[in-house]
């Protein structure tokens, strides 16, 4: 039977950044019919009221959105929707949550076609440490070690995740994916790993298809909103606020501390460099101009902006990979204010780049900041290929995701 539905399934709220990442029109002007299963309501209950739409201008909400707060009427949706819809989850690469895997032993029980995607291919925190080890290896080197110590509900929580996943990707028990699409090295190998009896396809990150986007449109002249002094670039991630995080319950560095700390070390950096500091937003979060000491800020340009810096400054947000595509010298920026994850975030992306991290407290002259932010382009090439997309690509994700499906007849 010939779908012609995608139903896209997701546990946090959906921002705009993300939207405009997965381009639900190209969807639309394909033919399908678009349904959202938004499941932050079932997942974070007692928070979702609070934070999941705190932020208006953040947050999206489209008339074919559902808002499931409970199990029971996700799984209905699924049955639903099985024969004629293909299920596209957003929200994970890999399941590693023992949680989560209701859902993919309802794909396996209704017959359920879905597609995985990596929309953020580089690996954080402990699974970053962790991924390229081999599943079945890991499992029972985890499971001999646990019984050691007599961690039995360890066992269960960890454990049991990896070893649903092991059986998703043999397609016993649990559904495994048609398609996997994976933007570099790192993602490709970790599919056909985890799902040998799935089709991997290759496709750009959606960085690396907003940077060739970016400088296809490029002119012979700086676009009106783009500075037109020397600048070094701040991409901001509303660090002390953001919905996402609240969500998860990370905890946010007080947005007091957080600019008193930020404005201290960037008058230090303009000091030393010369330079002034401009600061690359999103949507995320609005600002009313004063926040960072007067310091312009322009809002969604960050490829732009990235491509006239002298220097790019960054916690862990995954627009620095404008900055490695481009060979800008980058700074890793954290403060002893930050929760632990976002600490382990950033010293995960500094790690790949072979960089070292810099305190929001430290003092700094020229020849420091030189050393930590130089350019390596063999390590920034390296992890192009790695983690940002394998080959050139002039499709967008969403583009090869349609052409994928329809070449397929489905």
Known sequence: MKKDTIVFINRFPLGKLFEE????????????QLVYLDLSPYYYPETYEKFGSANKEYVVNKEWFL????????????????????????????????????????????????????????PVGSIGQEQDLRLVRYF?????????????????ERGGSWFSTFLMGRDIYFQQPAYCFASGNKSYNLFK???????????????????????SNLGSRRSDKMPLYDYLLYIDQSVFDSPDAKLVGVHMISKDVFFKKINRFFYQLEKVTGKRLVIAATSRYRYKGAEYGGRDIIYDRTAELTYYANLVIVH??????????????????MMNDFDNYVVKNIKTFAALLHKKVIDSDENFDMAKLNEISMVSHEVYDCYVSNYITHEPFEMSPAEIVIATLKENGI
């Open 316 to 333: 862990s947000s995954a627009a620095l990979n404008y900055a490695v595509v481009m060979h800008k010298p980058l700074l890793f920026l």
């Open 21 to 32: 990442n997965i381009e639900f029109n190209r969807f639309e002007k394909a033919g399908y």
């Open 67 to 122: 808002k499931c707060q409970t199990k029971e009427l996700v799984l209905e949706c699924i049955k639903r929707y099985s024969r004629l819809a293909w299920f596209y989850v957003l929200h994970r690469q890999v399941s590693y949550q023992i949680d989560e895997m209701w859902l993919y032993r309802a794909f396996k029980k209704y017959k359920c076609d879905y597609i995985l995607q990596d929309f953020l291919p580089v």
């Open 193 to 215: 790993r985890f799902f040998p009896k799935s089709r991997i396809i290759r496709i750009p990150s959606i960085d690396y298809f907003k940077y060739h986007r970016m400088i």
């Open 140 to 156: 029972f080197g985890k499971t001999l070690r646990t019984f050691s110590s007599f961690r039995f509900k360890h066992l269960l």
